[in-house]
């Protein structure tokens, strides 16, 4: 998993009027779950947090956590819970961070990365991806960037499953191992003349005067 060093300072105001003074400062307000349930009010230099956020999109990271109150200073371990942006401007308006220990297992989405060319797709088939994290469980700094799957070897109708992706040692897959992830699906056109052609088939299979109307005699009987 990724890590990097952040620092942030406790703040004291809270409340929309404090949050906006600490933004025309050059700073972003933020709060720290803690293990325990409690939490920290914190602010952190905009651009310096916004720069590292950008690197880790959409990816896992451990955040050693600097936190200054007064002229103490104490760490911690924490994953990004939630980002905030401002709709009009998708400037980074607040952030929520967890503590976590790194002597805790914990589960976390883990992104798949799909490579090769699978051999279905060459006879024209396409490429389904039903799944493009899956859950894993470990300690945090064993759990990896990203996983990754070789659908090379996929033909037409294939599919690939959690069970078929590399964990790690000392990971585990937290998801059903059956789930399908990825499969190689027949080209629609081939689907929709499957289909007419089992509606041609079922058409000549079908017996005169047979149905929900019935005949023009039969009729004319019931109604005797």
Known sequence: MLQFDLEAAVRDGRGKGAARKLRAAGRTPAVLYGSKGDSIALSFDTSLVTKNLVRIHGQNAVISLDVESGEAKKKYH????????DPVNDKLVHADFLEISMNEKMTLPVKVKYTGMAKGVDLGGILNVSKDKVLVSGLPMDIPDFLEADVTSLGMGDSLTCADLQIPENVSLS??????????????????????????????????????????????????
């Open 78 to 85: 924490v994953i990004m819970k939630e980002i905030q942006k």
């Open 175 to 224: 998801e059903d191992s059956g789930t399908v992830c990825i499969t190689v699906g027949h080209p629609r056109a081939v689907v929709e003349e499957g289909v007419r052609e089992e509606g041609a088939e079922a058409a000549e299979g079908a017996v005169p005067g047979e149905g929900a109307g019935g005949t023009a005699a039969e009729d004319g009987a019931a109604a005797g």
